[in-house]
């Protein structure tokens, strides 16, 4: 494994054991390290799935519902592409991305937020 790959494997959160992050019990200085590695995987999701801000907004991380939707995609994805994992958990993952999909647009139409706007809900 080059260093390149295990730096990214890092990034994804690869190099360890997938886990959930349950947002609403975090201590604000593990929130914000959270929303820091959430972050690098959302900037790789919105790219290669090429997500606008229909879907992903640029302020996605001050929407709760957002930061929540984004950081089980992320859980689901880390554990499709674990070592290990089923053959067929890539395609299991895809399904919920669609429906997931689906429900991103929906938090951000509702959200009120346009882009170079934001608004606080």
């Known amino acids: 494994m080059t260093t390149d790959t295990a730096a990214l494997m ?17 201590a604000p ?11 690098s995987w959302v900037a790789w999701f919105q790219d290669r799935y090429r997500l606008d801000h229909r879907t992903v907004p640029p302020c996605w ?6 930061v929540e939707e984004l950081s089980a995609l992320r859980s689901g994805w880390q554990s499709a592409y674990q070592g ?10 895809h399904t919920h991305l669609h ?9 951000v139409a509702g959200s009120g937020c346009r882009p170079g706007q934001h608004r606080t809900t």
Do not use: K, S
């Open 29 to 39: 200085d593990e929130a914000a390290a959270q929303l820091h590695m959430l972050a």
């Open 84 to 93: 290990g994992a089923r053959l067929d958990a890539p395609l299991t993952w």
């Open 99 to 107: 429906a997931a999909r689906a429900r991103l647009r929906e938090h």
């Open 61 to 66: 991380a001050d929407h709760g519902d957002l």
């Open 10 to 26: 890092r990034v994804f959160g690869l190099d360890t054991m997938p886990h959930v992050v349950c947002w609403a019990v975090l």
